[in-house]
């Protein structure tokens, strides 16, 4: 399971935002388990210490962030120690390992180690040596990695501030890792006790998980901070236990009341947000699509045009729909992929299959996503090379999934699939964005394949219509065809 969905399972398992901090600090420790002697002891208290904390905590917390450098400090024994902390801490809550690391020429075989060895989920890193340097980490498809980007040491502010407080690095490093990779593999790390910072993060990154450090400080306001830091979906923000709650003789109960602290709060977010004030200030449905955000911003960036336009067919409809251009958008290109990965994910196939030009960006992106092969058709054979008429490799018999865009009357899809069969390939499912509708899945299921639609032009047209994006005239547009 990739990342992602294991810190989302945990959050939804456990209803919390929680994560905690495994430090085998001996200045950290507990006075109860005092006098710690020689190093060999002092490790073992240590190691009580962490599987009070685990076990405490396993039904509550959404990840654990072990800190390599307090394991570090404890020579051979640490790395022991290290390797007993990974092995108790439960499958099913991710591990982020908190190493910022930020040597380039170590991190091939550092993200090695880490990934495939000591099997960690995510680690932090320093963005200073820039994407060189996180690359080697981000090949790992079903690992993350978080970028720091601020943290809340006074003297940082020189850096972190530079030039100017209105337009400061730490965001420039927000805006820069944001290109490095998708949410689901890339969050930040940000260290504040400021509403104010963590705005201005969340502004800039409405999309990235924020692993939220040092903001327990004496007069912080968890409510101000949370509001701030929270995404839209009162989710995305990482809190960590504090720490002095840690060596508490009741942290369980201690984690419960802040859990409901920290729920009361997202469930006030989440409220708020179905007023549709906070995201949609122009918009507000008594029945809301459920991908009412997607349509409208698809509609927005020009996905759905107006005029006279001739299709492919011959025909002439009153609009068109172009689909190319999400790949101009990654938020919404990441949202497509998100809404085809969730139909995918229910299908049986060995290899996806874009249909050119249009949907091959669609069916990369999900063959990187669901780290399954991709393939396409050509549409025209090439006079020279290999003239191969499927790109990619592929054994005859495999199953393969269709990718495309939109069915306007299925051929371009139905043409595709016929010459993946032909080489030897079964093709039982042709999974589209956008259904024209008008009888093309069952032309389609008379041909032997079962067409899915994540979303059909009427939903689309309805949801527009209702949001007041388009007029009456451009609504019947639609069904004149
Ligand atoms: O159901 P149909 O009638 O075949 O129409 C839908 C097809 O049309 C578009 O591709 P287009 O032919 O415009 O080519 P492109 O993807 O190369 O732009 C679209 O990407 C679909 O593949
Ligand atoms: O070829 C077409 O008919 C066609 C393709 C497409 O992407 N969108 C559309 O409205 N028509």
Redesign the pocket.
């Given at each position: 399971m990739n990342f992602f969905d294991k810190l989302n399972g945990a959050i939804a398992r456990n209803q919390s935002l929680l994560f905690v901090g495994l430090d085998p600090n001996v200045e950290m420790l507990p006075s109860r388990y005092y006098p710690p002697g020689d190093i060999d002891s002092i490790t073992n208290i240590l190691w009580d210490w962490l599987q009070v904390i685990i076990s405490q905590t396993a039904d509550q917390v959404c990840a654990y962030k072990p800190t390599l450098g307090f394991y570090q400090a404890l020579g051979i024994h640490g790395l022991e120690l290290l390797q007993l902390t990974l092995a108790a801490i439960p499958a099913d809550i991710p591990i982020i390992l908190d190493a910022k690391h930020s040597d380039i020429n170590t991190s091939t075989i550092f993200a090695k180690t880490v990934f495939e060895q000591w099997q960690v989920d995510a680690i932090t890193v320093s963005p200073y040596a820039g994407q060189d340097h996180v690359a080697p980490f981000l090949v790992y498809p079903d690992k993350a990695v978080f970028v720091l980007c601020r943290t809340s040491n006074p003297a940082a502010i020189a850096l972190q501030e530079y030039p100017t407080t209105e337009s400061p690095l730490y965001l420039q490093v927000v805006k820069e890792a944001k290109n490095w990779a998708t949410p689901e593999q890339l969050g930040l790390e940000v260290g504040t006790t400021s509403p104010e910072v963590l705005a201005r993060i969340r502004e800039v990154a409405p999309e990235r998980v924020i692993l939220a450090r040092s903001i327990w400080s004496e007069g912080s306001n968890l409510s101000n901070i949370l509001t701030a830091g929270l995404n839209v979906n009162g989710d995305g923000l990482l809190i960590p236990v504090p720490q002095d709650m840690l060596g508490s003789d009741n942290l369980s109960e201690q984690i419960q009341s802040l859990n409901q602290e920290i729920n009361q709060t997202r469930n006030k977010i989440i409220e708020d947000a179905s007023t549709c004030s906070v995201w949609l200030p122009n918009v507000c449905l008594v029945n809301q699509h459920p991908y009412l955000d997607l349509i409208l911003q698809l509609y927005d960036i020009g996905c759905i045009m107006f005029g006279e336009?001739?299709?492919?067919?011959g025909?002439t409809?009153p609009?068109?729909?172009?689909?190319?251009k999400i790949i101009s958008n990654p938020q919404i290109f990441h949202q497509i992929l998100n809404a085809y990965a969730d139909v995918l994910k229910d299908l049986k196939f060995d290899r996806i299959a874009g249909i050119p030009y249009?949907s091959l960006p669609t069916a990369t992106g999900l063959s990187l996503r669901l780290n399954r092969p991709m393939i396409f058709p050509r549409k025209e054979v090439k006079a020279h090379g290999s003239r191969r008429v499927i790109e990619g490799n592929f054994e005859p018999g495999e199953t393969v999934v269709v990718v495309d865009?939109?069915l306007?009357?299925g051929k371009?899809a139905m043409e595709g699939a016929e010459k993946l069969k032909s080489a030897g390939l079964k093709v039982n499912d042709i999974v589209v964005f956008m259904d024209?509708e008008q009888g093309v899945k069952d032309r389609l299921r008379a041909n032997g394949y079962r067409a899915i639609a994540i979303l059909t032009i009427s939903e689309i047209t309805q949801t527009l219509y209702e949001a007041g994006r388009i007029n009456e005239e451009q609504y019947r547009a639609f069904d004149e065809v």
């Open positions: 336009f001739v299709q492919a067919s025909a409809f609009y068109y729909i172009d689909l190319r249009g865009d939109i306007i009357s371009s024209h």
